[in-house]
């Protein structure tokens, strides 16, 4: 079996303009997009649940005030793999994303494997974002919890309706998403700025001390201690604890989370009129943006408040009721509203794009490939992608599983990073217009940082990934390696 047959670069760069004869997918998809809008795409994903959510949690559970080191640190690991995901997308530009890097340089297996990944973390985060966009929605307007909380309903029915309403203004058009992307990042980015500009005027510094709280025994459930222990602590047989240095680093390995989906970006290649200098705007641009607004929310939410009565759910909008300013807390109840719709829209647009690729290169069935006419988009994927997020969304409740998107996401991360430095040595004199700077010092400090977070994660979401890979080795020894281009290509020759 060759489970590392490659794609040629060639044909990933010029698929959408003339797609070989043997590609089942049928149309093209639209070129609309400009550096704007692809930071639009980005801030719109990267900014949802991530910092409304974590940012008491993590101060609380792990962090302390330092939990803006914790974000900080994510911004990092994230700017490398942004610098890594940069040069390919410029130079590939292509609907796949990491997908297809994988693909022309280490394998189909690596492809498939990665793809899978691609699929658990967009379409999970997309279901708990709905989640939690519903419980924001009845909390700002009173609606019943039983239809709408987190806790307390048998089938969320916001979850599922919010879904819907995005997966169709997915189907129509990217120029449709791309109009009311823009328009929620413009609201919650001013948020994000009104909550450090009003914050910082409550802000005091006796709050922020000790700025790295001593680490203790963990207080977690004994039962349960060796599960939810980083991999690291579980390897080596350290104690489980709290806070120090071990409790900022755990934190920035759950706080990745907020990160996660700026490489939707890169998905968007395609649909991009000039990727060469749009793609490394779009990326980098998004990075920098949130990590400068993340720092400086947690810099005000932890100064405002002693970090041990920071709200575990609403941190942002409760520190803000605690000093007296229950109006402030309204509004950042909207802005979350409509932050966490634009992730949603963004999930969906990515997942659509990733099984657009997936079946044009035969790993899925070709009906998925299948190009609207008129919108220029993956309908069938779309609304498969739909049906199955609004399913988890509806039903399953999924606040243990953020650590599961950040898993995949860091796997994938690593992936861009080894591709960039594997493309530098069999193809030197492919043109690149944007190249990531010192390679290959920034990959490797890429995956080392990357490899470091995962093992800051704990061990039973390590092993709900197994299980989550094992059943995507299912699906492709299956259906995807018989059926895959290369194998028909391969089957076809004398």
Known sequence: MDLTRRKAVEDVVHQNDAPPADIDSE???????????????????????????????????????AVMVSFLIAG?????????????????PTAGSSYTYAYTTIGEVFAWV???DLVLEFALGAAVVARGWSGYLAGVFNLPDRWFAEEGSVVNVGAIAIVLVLGWVAIRGIRESKWLTNGLVVIKVSICVFVIAVGAFHIDPANLVPFVPPAEPSTGDSSADGLRAPLWQFLSGVEPTQFGIAGVLVAAAVVFF??????????????TREPARDMPLGLLGTIGICTVLYVGVCLVVTGMVDYRDLSESDAVADVFDQVGLEWAGLLIGIAAVAGLTSVILVDIVAMGRIGFALARDGLLPPVFGRVHGRWGTPVLMTAATVGFVALLAGLVPITVLAEMVSIGTLFAFVVVAVAVVVLRRTRPDMPRPFRTPLVPLVPILAVACCVGLMASLAVETWLRFLVWLLIGFAVYFGYGYRHARLARRAAAKP
């Open 27 to 65: 149309g093209r998809l639209h070129q609309d997009l400009r550096a704007r809008d692809l930071v639009g795409f980005g801030i719109g994903i990267v900014i949802g649940t991530g910092i409304f959510t974590l940012t008491g949690l993590q101060a609380k559970e792990n962090a302390g005030p």
């Open 76 to 92: 990092v690991v994230s700017l490398l793999a942004a610098l890594c995901y940069a040069e390919l997308a410029a130079a590939v």
């Open 114 to 116: 990665i793809a899978w």
């Open 258 to 271: 907020a990160y996660s989906g700026f490489e939707a970006v890169a998905n968007l290649g395609e649909e």
